[in-house]
């Protein structure tokens, strides 16, 4: 056996092992819990849009929760739509984040959806 055979049999191992630990699925992402957002918004008071983060498992939960706070704000409850749902929100002992659209910097566009959009794929627009 030459020196190139035995050159081309390690650059071939080394070629194959790269493509074996890049495409074998890794074992460590299968523990990372998996995210749903809910987004609600009103089209015809656009001041409330906000988007709500939580566990896909968690997340009729999270769905019944914010339906239920922003009913509980629509009926004339004399809170704010925020503190209602996070309200309901933490009643129904869920993890969560919430985030609120920035209508002075979004120029009342869809900046906090797209963000939400860009960092999960799980998306559900909710709104009034």
Known sequence: MDIYSIIAIVLSLFVWTVFLVTHLPN????????YKVFRYYSMMNPWID???VCKVEDSKTAKNAIIQGMDDFWKGEYFPFGDMVTSCLNDAEIDYQIFYADLEHDDDE???YEYMVSLFSNVE???Y
């Open 125 to 127: 627009v909710l709104n």
């Open 27 to 34: 074992k460590k992402n299968d523990d990372k819990p998996e």
């Open 50 to 52: 906000f988007c709500v």
């Open 110 to 112: 869809d900046d906090i």
